[in-house]
């Protein structure tokens, strides 16, 4: 991948992240007075902010304004953050605070050796992941939307009913399915939700999007990789029984209608992520995935 060197041309830089703990809340202070010390212009998002009793910076602020926004907290702090500021274009680097950390490059314990080396060193390179967009139909009017970094799902709102559904790729029929729902995965979300239901690994530079069923009362049902061009829409049989939801990352849910088409494909927007200069995806799969030994 190209690198492209934006060393301090990072003017403006963003924290943002949801605390879980004080150890996490401690991190963000400390970032904030790393960055002060420098002479960086900060903003903090509000949430964090009223928590320091700092100066508050509406999300939107932040998107228009910010050169780089540090997210500080774990995957799920950087997908709702991605999801929201992907239309602004401003680029995000991830200090890990959770658990897997797919997303989120910088370890805590190296967390200002490696700001300076990305901030003051210009040693990074940018990757853009696209994100989904979803969008339910009613009578032909869009009545709903919302996107995904990682993955659409479609399933019943009730614990382990099954739903009966058909997908068209590109207006053309591709299969019908009786299933607990379809997870549509991007390169990103395939390591999540869509692994732990079988589904393909995809290197993140893939244009390609999987369609992966959870529990398919058929064994010939597998998962599909289509083009990442790809329109995508789902309908649902009127025998279905139990009310319908759409979830995006797991994080925002759309219940919709049986009488509704459910259209999905990719956004106009993509995330711009950056990436420490030594950054490698198969030793990032190696190391939360447990594929780092070797038999010779």
């Known amino acids: 991948m190209p690198q492209q060197h934006l060393s301090r041309q990072f003017n403006t830089i963003a924290i943002v992240g949801k605390p879980?703990?004080?150890?996490?809340?401690?991190?963000?202070?400390?970032?904030?007075?790393?960055?002060?010390?420098?002479?960086?212009?900060?903003?903090?998002?509000?949430?964090?902010?009223?928590?320091?009793?700092?100066?508050?910076?509406?999300?939107?602020?932040?998107g228009e304004n910010a050169d780089l926004?540090?997210?500080?907290?774990?995957?799920?702090?950087?997908?709702?953050?991605?999801?929201?500021?992907?239309?602004?274009?401003v680029p995000l680097i991830g200090i890990n605070r959770g658990n897997l950390g797919f997303l989120t490059d910088i370890a805590p314990k190296t967390t200002f050796e490696q700001l300076h080396n990305c901030l003051e060193r210009?040693?990074?390179?940018?990757?853009?992941?696209?994100?989904?967009?979803?969008?339910?139909?009613?009578?032909?009017?869009?009545?709903?939307?919302n996107n995904a970094l990682n993955e659409i799902v479609v399933h019943s709102s009730q614990i382990a009913r099954m739903i009966n559904f058909e997908v068209c790729i590109d207006g053309k029929f591709a299969f019908s399915q009786r299933s607990d729902g379809l997870i549509i995965a991007t390169p990103t979300g395939s390591t999540a939700y869509s692994l732990s239901a079988g589904g393909p690994i995809l290197t993140p530079n893939l244009n390609a999007i999987a369609l992966v069923p959870m529990n398919p009362h058929s064994?010939?049902?597998?998962?599909?990789?289509?083009d990442g061009d790809s329109h995508i829409?789902?309908?649902?049989?009127?025998?279905?029984?139990?009310?319908?939801?759409?979830?995006?990352?797991?994080?925002?849910?759309?219940?919709?209608?049986?009488?509704?088409?459910?259209?999905?494909?990719?956004?106009?927007?993509?995330?711009?992520?950056?990436?420490?200069?030594?950054?490698?995806?198969f030793n990032v799969l190696g190391s939360k995935l447990g594929w780092l030994s070797k038999l010779f």
């Not at 926004?69 to 997908?79: E, R, W, Y």
């Not at 210009?122 to 939307?145: C, P």
């Not at 064994?219 to 289509?226: D, E, G, I, M, T």
């Open 219 to 226: 064994l010939s049902s597998r998962p599909l990789v289509v």
């Open 122 to 145: 210009g040693e990074f390179f940018i990757e853009e992941r696209f994100l989904l967009d979803v969008q339910i139909e009613r009578y032909g009017k869009m009545i709903d939307s």
């Open 69 to 89: 926004v540090i997210v500080i907290g774990g995957d799920g702090n950087m997908l709702g953050i991605a999801r929201q500021l992907a239309q602004y274009h």
């Open 233 to 281: 829409s789902l309908r649902f049989a009127q025998s279905n029984q139990t009310n319908l939801v759409i979830s995006c990352d797991s994080q925002q849910l759309l219940p919709f209608n049986v009488d509704d088409r459910i259209i999905v494909q990719k956004s106009p927007h993509k995330l711009k992520l950056l990436h420490l200069k030594d950054y490698n995806y």
């Open 20 to 62: 879980r703990h004080e150890i996490a809340l401690e991190t963000h202070l400390a970032v904030y007075n790393w960055l002060k010390d420098r002479k960086y212009q900060v903003l903090v998002e509000e949430t964090i902010a009223q928590q320091l009793h700092l100066l508050p910076t509406h999300l939107k602020h932040i």
